[in-house]
């Protein structure tokens, strides 16, 4: 099992009378029952690109997906520019970036008070999240942070899909061989609003807020940590990872509420991505965000190089065409740094689609 089919069948389509057609373009006169305007959503669009930075654990131990047990020690980037990474950024043609502050191996990139399996007790006690957000402040980057929701580390009695039974988290029959699909306990739901509080209260306003695996945490506490983002910073936007797909459906079990919709690996429809939905008999406009690596994997693996310049504007354009915001992970290597080959890329694209 690997994330992208985790993924993929953990947010498929729910039967038509969950599904959430696309409403028709007369619509686009109205407001919307969405939290924030119109305005301010087409404002994110006009962000357009952005780069998503895969960062942490997973780059050290070569496993996307970590049990979670490696010593905090492991991660020991040596030569450690966030600087650099952020500054490529502007340098592409981007507007906002998306660090990864916790993925599944759980190890945090910021000295946070609520588990010692952090920066701080790594072989490089960089806050990562400060210097990140310093460096988009440097460069004119509007900084976004990622949080996943799957955590094989600060469990706190959970149960993660490493540990079976995530084709059963929603709408799968389930199998006489396991008991329950993935969730979380009160218990990690404390801990992820007190580290979310964290990110959100010691770093300076963010620009997008990104909770990956949503559907672990269940419509009422995914409720709840919606509407608690948006108290602590009310102008941010929230995507609650919708997962794989062209966005054509949405599943509203897996990931509603949220401001934004997820288009992750797959392209957006070719007719283009129509943001106003009809959710629970309510009218939304719900902009999408396109999400792929420039190569294969989402953390850095040696030998996964960027796809050919040919594919990436390709891919550029389509997202341009079709109305959505494209987010290109560009993963740093163990050094610390973006690798020469992805910056390369990144300038050539930068030149092809005439950005």
Same mark, same amino acid.
């Given at each position: 099992?690997?994330?992208?089919?985790?993924?993929?069948?953990?947010?498929?389509?729910?039967?038509?009378?969950?599904?959430?057609? +696309?409403?028709?373009?007369? %619509?686009?006169?109205?407001?919307?029952?969405?939290?924030?305007?119109?305005?301010?959503?087409?404002?994110?669009?006009?962000?357009?690109?952005?780069?998503?930075?895969?960062? *942490?654990?997973?780059?050290?131990?070569?496993?996307?997906?970590?049990?979670?047990?490696?010593?905090?020690?492991?991660?020991?980037?040596?030569?450690?520019?966030?600087?650099? /990474?952020?500054?490529?950024?502007?340098?592409?043609?981007? %507007?906002?970036?998306?660090?990864?502050?916790?993925?599944?191996?759980?190890?945090?990139? /910021?000295?946070?008070?609520?588990?010692?399996?952090?920066?701080?007790?790594?072989?490089?006690?960089?806050?990562?999240? $400060?210097?990140?957000?310093?460096?988009?402040?440097?460069? *004119?980057?509007?900084?976004?942070?990622?949080?996943?929701?799957?955590?094989?580390?600060?469990?706190?009695?959970?149960?993660?899909?490493?540990?079976?039974?995530?084709?059963? !988290?929603?709408?799968?029959?389930?199998?006489?061989?396991?008991?329950? @699909?993935?969730?979380?306990?009160?218990?990690?739901?404390?801990?992820?609003?007190?580290?979310? $509080?964290?990110?959100?209260?010691?770093?300076?306003?963010?620009? $997008?807020?990104?909770?990956?695996?949503? *559907?672990?945490?269940?419509?009422?506490?995914?409720?709840?940590?919606?509407?608690?983002?948006?108290?602590?910073?009310?102008?941010?936007?929230?995507?609650?990872?919708?997962?794989? *797909?062209?966005?054509?459906?949405?599943?509203?079990?897996?990931? /509603?509420?949220?401001?934004? !919709? +997820?288009?992750?690996?797959?392209?957006?429809?070719?007719?283009?991505?129509? @943001?106003?939905?009809?959710?629970?008999?309510?009218?939304?406009?719900?902009?999408?965000?396109?999400?792929?690596?420039?190569?294969?994997?989402?953390?850095?693996?040696?030998?996964?190089?960027?796809? @050919?310049?040919?594919?990436?504007?390709?891919?550029?354009?389509?997202?341009?065409?079709?109305?959505?915001?494209?987010?290109?992970?560009?993963?740093?290597?163990?050094?610390?740094?973006?690798?020469? $080959?992805?910056?390369?890329?990144? !300038?050539?694209?930068?030149?092809?689609?005439?950005?």
């Amino acid at each position: 099992m690997d994330r992208r089919n985790f993924i993929k069948l953990a947010t498929a389509a729910l039967p038509a009378s969950a599904a959430t057609p +696309a409403f028709s373009q007369s %619509k686009k006169e109205q407001r919307g029952s969405q939290r924030l305007s119109v305005l301010q959503l087409k404002t994110w669009e006009k962000s357009a690109y952005g780069m998503f930075i895969h960062f *942490g654990m997973s780059t050290f131990v070569g496993n996307e997906l970590p049990d979670g047990n490696a010593p905090s020690t492991t991660y020991a980037p040596d030569k450690l520019d966030v600087d650099q /990474w952020v500054s490529v950024a502007r340098d592409a043609g981007m %507007k906002y970036a998306v660090l990864t502050t916790k993925h599944v191996a759980g190890h945090c990139l /910021w000295p946070t008070q609520h588990t010692d399996y952090n920066v701080s007790t790594s072989s490089n006690k960089t806050d990562v999240v $400060e210097a990140f957000v310093r460096a988009c402040d440097k460069h *004119g980057i509007k900084p976004g942070f990622y949080y996943c929701s799957w955590d094989n580390h600060n469990r706190f009695g959970s149960k993660t899909p490493s540990d079976g039974g995530w084709k059963e !988290m929603n709408g799968f029959p389930a199998r006489q061989d396991v008991d329950m @699909p993935p969730y979380t306990t009160s218990l990690y739901q404390n801990f992820q609003t007190a580290q979310i $509080e964290e990110l959100l209260k010691n770093y300076g306003p963010i620009f $997008e807020m990104w909770i990956d695996i949503p *559907g672990m945490l269940g419509r009422g506490y995914r409720t709840f940590l919606y509407n608690h983002i948006a108290e602590l910073q009310p102008d941010i936007y929230i995507m609650m990872n919708s997962g794989i *797909g062209d966005g054509t459906n949405y599943n509203i079990g897996y990931a /509603w509420p949220s401001d934004l !919709m +997820a288009i992750e690996r797959d392209r957006p429809p070719v007719a283009g991505h129509n @943001p106003w939905r009809e959710i629970e008999n309510k009218t939304f406009y719900l902009p999408a965000e396109h999400c792929d690596p420039i190569g294969k994997e989402w953390f850095y693996v040696p030998g996964d190089v960027p796809r @050919p310049d040919n594919e990436l504007a390709e891919q550029f354009n389509q997202c341009r065409e079709r109305s959505v915001n494209f987010l290109l992970d560009v993963p740093p290597d163990k050094h610390g740094l973006l690798p020469k $080959e992805s910056v390369a890329a990144l !300038m050539r694209l930068r030149k092809n689609v005439g950005i």
